[in-house]
């Protein structure tokens, strides 16, 4: 089992900033693919980003632009760099470890992420 603590959340007013952070509690983190989704009251955890062990990148069109995921595999540590940020962004964001390190045309799914963190509530004033 990986452990995933998320960090970063907070209030921020629109147009502000706020960068989130995942930490890892083993080296596995370094080889599976990651990534950052979000859930608001009342609606299904969605997609933010996702993170290849190599380090290529996918977001989802309402945060590209805005949103920047990066990994740092020395220190098993997962980032997300969240910018002009909105009213819709906020909800609770949770990083999850994808669940297979070959297969990787399944990255957008959420049943194939089996290991999640706690969350961490991110809440933007408008």
């Known amino acids: 089992q990986v452990q995933l603590v998320e960090s970063g959340g907070g209030l921020v007013q629109a147009g502000g900033s706020l960068r989130l952070s995942c930490a890892a509690s083993?080296?596995?983190?370094?080889?599976?693919?990651m990534g950052w989704y979000r859930q608001a009251p009342g609606k299904q955890r969605e997609l933010v980003a996702t993170?290849?062990?190599?380090?290529?990148?996918n977001y989802a069109d309402s945060v590209k632009g805005r949103f920047t995921v990066s990994r740092d595999n020395a220190v098993n540590t997962l980032s997300l760099q969240m910018n002009n940020l909105k009213s819709e962004d906020t909800a609770v964001y949770y990083c999850?470890?994808?669940?297979?390190?070959?297969?990787?045309?399944?990255?957008?799914?959420?049943?194939?992420?089996?290991?999640w963190g706690q969350g961490t509530q991110v809440t933007v004033s408008s």
């Open positions: 999850g470890k994808y669940k297979d390190r070959y297969r990787m045309d399944e990255l957008e799914t959420l049943g194939w992420y089996d290991q």
């Open positions: 083993r080296s596995i983190f370094s080889i599976n693919p």
């Open positions: 993170i290849t062990s190599g380090g290529s990148t």
